[in-house]
């Protein structure tokens, strides 16, 4: 499994305030002065078959299944934010998954 290790900054909010459509990449969204500067360590795991090891953590941590196919998920591993996504992505889920390690369960 191939781990990278990415230390980022980065700006969270609350979701609900904000006029936002978080099924559009594109959308844009302001960041509230107060959250500007925050710092989370994440670490990204590239698997072969992205719905079923997110579908085997969230049954270990939760004892369900995911409901629906996902192309990614993240979970919170002591103060390290984990993010699985397929071998082959694209920005937008990548980012969407990020975006989860700084905002929480937005949608």
């Known amino acids: 499994m191939k781990k990278i290790l990415i230390l980022l900054m980065c ?5 609900s305030a904000q006029n936002w459509n978080w099924r559009d990449a ?3 969204f302001r960041v509230p002065e107060n959250r500007t500067n925050l710092t989370r360590q994440v670490r990204w795991q ?4 992205a719905n079923a090891v997110c579908n085997a953590v969230n049954i270990e941590r939760t004892g369900k299944p995911i409901a629906y196919l996902v192309q990614g998920c993240q979970f919170m591993q002591d103060d390290e934010c984990v993010i699985i996504t397929g071998k082959t992505t694209d920005i ?8 989860h390690c700084f905002w929480g369960n937005y949608h």
């Open 26 to 28: 594109n959308s844009k």
């Open 92 to 99: 937008a889920n990548l980012g969407h998954e990020v975006l």
């Open 11 to 15: 700006a969270s909010s609350t979701v």
């Open 46 to 49: 590239a698997v072969d078959n």
